[in-house]
């Protein structure tokens, strides 16, 4: 018989990165016990170490990852281990002790080559070796923990502790008078606190046995090109979007291929009682009012605030 973990202390793991920061300074704000472990402090891969750190646990949040697309298509073993065997790991752990676990995942299991959004139940077919070792981890959630499993695929994560799109682009603005911008994949820009707070709210829900367990799509509302993203951080920050350009994805040739869609459907939520994501527009406007995100605003001198 599992044990029951009731409403205690969660475990985030991946606990350095963008993402991970921003779940733990949640949970801080809203008054949950949490411990936070980065890849120094645990090894997803180990059974024996991810067993002793989920003991007594009741929410597992999931925010590691091997997050280097383009290293993962010479490295494919190795991005797999973390985002599909080490998943399995901690879903074996979760099963046994009894805790919920939230698995961070991404539309890269998703073929990208629908025109309507995809809803949570649309066949997968990942387009380069990140996206199959991410779908590796999805299936062992699905298996090991059918209703205490929670897969949150998110996309164009961007936020205030780590290298992203918005970030580089609000930095290049004071080195180049232009910037040609890729104008033919379709997305959905989402500020990692935004996720941050749903995943908080969905692990509150799970708890409260209010949210059946299965696939969420944690991405904002509406959509978007990079270059319309680009625009539009340009625009808020005072600066021209006509400097941003539209270029091709054959402009940018990298070695894993990016899905040229990756627009995810939110129908899902209702289930757990909860709303979509808001509108990516406003996740950015709010995201270039912080402090820490609004260093990296450039004047509009084009001298960097930072």
């Known amino acids: 018989m599992r044990a029951n973990p009731g409403a205690g202390r969660w475990l985030v793991t991946g606990a350095a990165g ?23 402090d645990l090894d997803i891969t180990d059974r024996a170490a991810v067993r002793a750190a ?12 091997w997050t280097d697309v383009d290293g993962a298509e010479s490295a494919e073993d190795a991005a797999t ?3 599909g065997t080490g998943v399995r790991v901690l879903a074996e752990a979760c099963a046994a002790t009894g805790a919920r676990l939230l698995h961070v995942s991404t539309d890269y ?8 959004p995809y ?5 997968t077919g990942p387009v380069n070796a990140y996206g199959r070792g991410k779908l590796v981890g999805e299936r062992a959630v699905a298996e090991l923990l059918p209703k205490d499993g929670y897969v949150v695929r998110t996309a164009w994560l961007y936020g205030e502790h780590g290298p992203n799109f918005v970030a580089t682009m609000l930095k290049l603005a004071a080195q180049r008078d232009t910037l040609d911008v890729v104008d033919d994949q379709h997305g959905q820009p989402t500020w990692s606190r935004a996720l941050a707070r749903r995943l ?3 692990g509150r829900a799970a708890l409260e046995g209010r949210a059946p367990g299965g696939i969420y799509h944690g991405t904002a509302s509406g959509r978007t090109t990079w270059m319309g993203l680009a625009r539009e951080a340009y625009r808020l920050a005072g600066l021209d979007p006509e400097r941003i350009r539209p270029t091709t994805s054959e402009a940018f040739v990298r070695p894993a291929v990016r899905p040229a869609f990756s627009v995810l459907g939110h129908d899902r939520w209702s289930a757990a009682g909860l709303e979509p994501l808001a509108d990516w527009r406003a996740q950015l406007a709010e ?5 820490a995100f609004a260093g990296l605003v450039p004047d509009v001198t084009g001298n960097s605030a930072k």
């Not at 991970?20 to 949950?32: N, P, T, Y």
């Not at 989920?54 to 990852?65: D, F, K, M, Q, T």
């Not at 809803?119 to 066949?123: I, K, S, T």
């Not at 995201?287 to 402090?291: D, K, L, P, S």
């Open 54 to 65: 989920v003991e007594g646990v009741a929410v597992v949040v999931n925010c590691a990852a």
């Open 200 to 202: 908080a709210e969905l």
């Open 109 to 116: 299991v998703l073929p990208g080559d629908a025109a309507q």
């Open 18 to 40: 963008m993402l991970g920061r921003d779940v733990l300074a949640v949970l801080g704000e809203e008054g949950i016990e949490a411990v936070g472990l980065g890849r120094t």
């Open 119 to 123: 809803p949570e139940d649309a066949g």
């Open 81 to 83: 281990a973390v985002n």
């Open 287 to 291: 995201a270039m009012t912080r402090q």
